[in-house]
């Protein structure tokens, strides 16, 4: 039977792949780290979960909530966006709750976008940033840039060479996977592009708390008129170790949110109301939670970098999200992210992300989740340095068991 057309557009799953490496590893009693899919592992904070519980036992939460977010729980998300970033929101009009922020993405994608749209994404990238575009009829543009001098000139060759000129441009910093941060200057320069050449910025923000070198991440809702051509998705999951959770927002133009809260009214009825509730709970806490969480990340960064780099894989120290984006050690390089993903699992019992998950462009590197305790990251080091200093000596006769099956 042909395949369905929307599917036909989607690439194999490479994730998948991984997955079932590590499912059959699993299943012959291997002790695989999983450092692969970023799923937070830490608990979701006790005074979270306890307002969940108190709300739940109220018959009246269980009926149908609301699809744009009940008022107390836009309310608090515009609270929280003034106070972390001076930026004034109104929450009747500017603010959407959302089922995390990937199906804000994929549901704004749905909202603006018309066959043929061109669509400006960095590459690599997180999947849902291109093939929410894709599965909505438009067409990818990749950028190979960083957040940096050549980004500017990168949109003026995207916009010269695109026909129908782009319709937006996805942002995401602290990028995931690559865990660059951009600058309120570089965001000034982007903003200034846009509304010249009237294109619509969608900001992924999920990782703003998640930092550690430097000043906090700005966001791009910080440019004075940025909200005339912006809106800005972010999420609760790793901010609040929410990802079951699945509560994220949209804010910005009232236009855009607009369109995506008229969307997701046909799409769902929202998060059930407790789980509102106790977001909101959450979001007006006093960052107490917020503080603990990234100083936890940021420990185990510390000793990911470390304990890797005297193992033999030296990793650039991410200056924020839960993420590292590491270079595939040379002798390796030539086999690619995947072949190189599969080998650490059948030889070291550690699983990473393939870089070309997230773009050909990510193809020389695996991203590194810093979803294990410290004691783990170190176990996958020992691991690891096993591996390198047995197949380093003769790489080309290192082939992933899988091939042989």
Request: aromatic content about 8%.
């Amino acid at each position: 039977m042909e395949e369905f057309h929307k599917v036909r557009r989607l690439p194999p799953y490479v994730f998948e792949q991984v997955n079932r490496l590590k499912a059959s590893a699993r299943s012959r009693g291997a002790d695989i780290i999983d450092l692969g899919m970023g799923n937070p592992d830490l608990p979701t904070p006790k005074a979270i979960v306890d307002k969940l519980c108190e709300v739940v036992r109220d018959p009246r939460t269980h009926r149908y909530s609301s699809s744009r977010g009940i008022p107390g729980l836009r309310r608090a998300q515009a609270a929280y966006y003034g106070r972390r970033f001076g930026v004034k929101l109104n929450p009747d009009t500017q603010v959407v709750a959302t089922l995390g922020s990937k199906e804000g993405f994929a549901n704004m994608a749905q909202a603006i976008t018309a066959p043929g749209d061109v669509i400006l994404c960095p590459n690599p990238t997180y999947p849902i940033h291109a093939f929410g575009f894709i599965m909505s009829g438009g067409v990818i543009r990749s950028l190979q840039v960083e957040p940096n001098d050549g980004f500017i000139p990168a949109l003026e060759r995207g916009v010269k060479h695109s026909i129908p000129k782009p319709l937006a441009l996805i942002l995401n910093y602290p990028s995931n996977p690559t865990a660059l941060v951009a600058s309120l200057d570089f965001y000034k320069d982007v903003v200034a592009f846009a509304k010249k050449n009237d294109i619509i910025i969608l900001s992924d923000l999920a990782y703003s708390e998640i930092y550690f070198d430097g000043d906090p991440p700005p966001s791009v809702l910080q440019v004075p008129g940025a909200i005339d051509v912006c809106v800005e998705f972010t999420s609760m999951s790793k901010t609040f170790s929410m990802p079951g959770w699945r509560m994220g927002f949209a804010v910005g133009n009232e236009r855009l949110i607009s369109a995506l809260t008229r969307v997701k009214s046909y799409l769902d009825y929202g998060a059930f109301t407790p789980i509102q509730v106790a977001a909101a709970h959450a979001l007006n806490g006093d960052g107490a939670d917020i503080a603990e969480v990234r100083d936890i990340y940021h420990k185990r960064r510390d000793v990911m970098v470390d304990a890797f780099g005297r193992a033999g894989w030296t990793i650039p120290a991410p200056a924020a999200s839960m993420f590292a984006w590491a270079p595939i050690p040379e002798p390796f390089r030539h086999l690619g992210s995947l072949e190189f993903s599969k080998l650490l699992i059948e030889h070291a019992d550690v699983a990473v992300a393939p870089g070309v998950g997230f773009g050909e462009h990510g193809d020389e590197f695996v991203r590194v989740a810093l979803v294990e305790n410290e004691h783990r990251i170190r176990q996958a080091a020992r691991n690891i340095k096993r591996f390198l200093s047995t197949s380093a000596k003769q790489p080309n006769n290192v082939v992933p068991l899988s091939a042989h099956r």
